[in-house]
C-alpha cells in the first residue's frame, strides 16, 4: 500500500471496504478492495477470475497483493462515471432515450459473453455492479466476489447467493441453476434501465420472493420499442430453458447491428470493408 495514497472510501459491504485511490508516482487513479482474509477463499477466487478476464466491458484487475495487518488488497480500474445505479437515481424520474438504453446494455451483454463463454457465472449482476467511464458512454461489468466457475456448460450451481432484487426464480425456489440466472438479473438491469424502478419489489424478503417466482411486472412505456419490450418480457421467462442465452440475445438484429460501435477501430475498419463476422473478433 506504499505505493499508493488512499483519496476517499467509496463504499464498504459484508466483504470489506472499497477506497478511491492514486499512485503516488503517476498519480494514476485505482479502486482498491480492502478484505479481511478471514474471506480469502472467496477473494482469491475473484482474484483469479479478474485475471482470466481481459475485455473492453470487464473492470481490470491490473495488480492484487497481500498487505500487513492480515488485509488482502486487491487494485482494480477505476471508472469515473460511478455505477450505473447511481446514474439512474440522477435521472430523478425522466426516462432515459432508448438509444442510451440499448447502448449500454449492449456491452454490458458483450462483457457477460465473454464471461459465459469461460463458462463463469457472475451470480450478482445488478446496476450497482455495473460502473461507467468518465464520459458515462462505457459500461464496464464489475465485481465478482461470488462468481463461479462451472465445469461444463450443463454443470448447474447449488449455491444460494445474489442480491435479493434479482434474485432467478430457480434461486429463490433453492433449485439448481446455470447462467441463465445472469440472464434474468440482466433483465433486471434492462428494466431498471426502462423505468428507473425494480422489476419485482415487496415488503418483506418473503414477499419479494413470492412476486420473483410468479414472475409478473409492470409493463415499460409504450414509448420504446417493441423489440426491447418483448426482450425484456423473453429475460423473465420462469423457465431457464425459455430464456434465451447471452448469444442469442446479441444475435438480435436490433442490438447485433450495435455491436460494430463498440469493437476496436482496427475490427471496425475491415467488418465495414469486408463484411467480417463480428463474433469472430470480439467475443
Not at 421467462?237 to 477501430?265: C, G, M
Request: with cysteine; glycine share 6%.
Amino acid at each position: 500500500m506504499d505505493k499508493y495514497e488512499i483519496i476517499k472510501m467509496i463504499g464498504e459491504g459484508a466483504f470489506g471496504k472499497v477506497f478511491l485511490a492514486k499512485g503516488k508516482v503517476d498519480n494514476h487513479q485505482s479502486v482498491i478492495k480492502e478484505i479481511n482474509l478471514t474471506k480469502v477463499k472467496t477473494t482469491k477466487k475473484e482474484v483469479i477470475l479478474l485475471a482470466k478476464m481481459k475485455h473492453p466491458n470487464i473492470v481490470e484487475k491490473p495488480l492484487s497483493f497481500l498487505a500487513e495487518k492480515n488485509k488482502l488488497y486487491i487494485v482494480m480500474e477505476y471508472c469515473g462515471g460511478g455505477d450505473l445505479m447511481r446514474r439512474i437515481n440522477m435521472q430523478h424520474g425522466v426516462l432515459f432515450d432508448e438509444d442510451q438504453i440499448l447502448a449500454w446494455f449492449v456491452q454490458i451483454s458483450l462483457g457477460l459473453k465473454h464471461i459465459h463463454d469461460r463458462k463463469v457465472l457472475h451470480r450478482d449482476i445488478k446496476a450497482q455492479n455495473i460502473f461507467l467511464s468518465n464520459n458515462g458512454m462505457v459500461a464496464k461489468l464489475g465485481d465478482f466476489g461470488i462468481a463461479r466457475m462451472l465445469n461444463n456448460t450443463m454443470e448447474l450451481a447449488r449455491t444460494c447467493v445474489g442480491t435479493p432484487y434479482y434474485l432467478s426464480p430457480e434461486i429463490c425456489e433453492n433449485r439448481p441453476y446455470n447462467n441463465k440466472t445472469d440472464i434474468w438479473s440482466l433483465g433486471c438491469v434492462l428494466y431498471e434501465l426502462c423505468t428507473l424502478k425494480h422489476p419485482f419489489e415487496g415488503n418483506s424478503l418473503h414477499q419479494l420472493v413470492l412476486n420473483i417466482c410468479r414472475g409478473h411486472f409492470i409493463p415499460v412505456s409504450p414509448k420504446y420499442s417493441y423489440d426491447l419490450r418483448i426482450l425484456i418480457s423473453q429475460l423473465f421467462k420462469i423457465s431457464p430453458r425459455d430464456r434465451p442465452s447471452i448469444n442469442s440475445i446479441l444475435k438480435k438484429p436490433f442490438l447485433e447491428k450495435r455491436i460494430t460501435n463498440y469493437l476496436p477501430p482496427e475490427v471496425s475498419f475491415l467488418c465495414c470493408c469486408q463484411n467480417f463476422d463480428t463474433s469472430l473478433f470480439f467475443f
